[in-house]
């Protein structure tokens, strides 16, 4: 079994879903007592999130670049950026390290295909929804045409996810406000809904929409369980 690097922490509330589904899928493919190999490297978001607000993007990416090569010492085989929002500099880490990275929209993109989906809703942080790095990945590399939120949403999406959910704190009347923005981008043509941020999971369920819901940590993890068990 290859071991897996997790750069978390951002926030640590979706680095809990990581390890726990991590554990969860090794130990559903292997039974007994298996467990995940795991390291992990817990950054300070509070430092991330400032940086991010100041638009440092390159000082957000030498302390993931720093957190990686530390994984990739501690003896991880690949490693995963625990966030959809700093895949932004997954470039950078990846030039940063000798073992591969697996891109979270790479893996949504695949399972995305996979269920022959073309046209899919976007929520996420502002960063993600609003710049290209994210969706400009899923329409070149998969086909999948990218549609997101109006403005005043987009800002509800944004607050919600920065102020509730990377705090652990999940209101109603948040899930009914990301409920009608689903139903919205359904009307739009959307076949589904990707939740592009790793705390959307603890507000919404696929059965909160009547269209499917792509969980970016749930599909993440499952790319990294298979990839730990490929040992080809």
């Not at 079994?1 to 680095?15: H, L, N, Q, R």
């Not at 030498?62 to 625990?82: M, P, R, Y």
């Not at 269209?211 to 990839?227: G, N, Q, R, Y």
Request: charged share 20%; proline share 2%; glycine share 10%.
């Amino acid at each position: 079994m290859k071991t897996v690097g997790v750069i978390g922490g951002m926030s640590w509330e979706s680095t809990v879903s990581y390890y726990k589904g991590l554990n969860k899928g090794i130990n559903s493919a292997l039974g007994g007592h298996n467990s995940a190999k795991v390291v992990i490297n817990s950054v300070n978001f509070a430092e991330i999130e400032q940086m991010q607000r100041e638009g440092e993007w390159d000082k957000t990416a030498t302390i993931l670049c720093e957190a990686a090569q530390s994984l990739e010492k501690a003896g991880a085989d690949f490693v995963l950026i625990g966030t959809n929002t700093m895949h932004k500099v997954a470039s950078q880490v990846e030039e940063a390290i000798a073992i591969p990275l697996l891109h979270i929209a790479d893996a949504t993109g695949a399972e995305l295909k996979r269920q022959g989906i073309t046209k899919v809703g976007l929520l996420g942080t502002a960063f993600t929804m609003e710049q290209d790095f994210y969706k400009q990945r899923l329409t070149e590399r998969y086909g999948v045409e990218v549609i997101i939120p109006n403005g005043v949403q987009r800002r509800l999406v944004h607050d919600v996810i920065y102020q509730e959910l990377c705090k652990g704190v999940i209101h109603r009347r948040s899930k009914n406000d990301y409920q009608t923005i689903v139903d919205e981008l359904a009307m739009n043509g959307a076949q589904g809904v990707i939740l592009g941020c790793t705390e959307i999971g603890l507000l919404l369920e696929p059965s909160d929409s009547n269209v499917p819901l792509f969980d970016t940590v749930s599909i993440h993890v499952a790319a990294a369980v298979k990839e730990a068990l490929n040992e080809s």
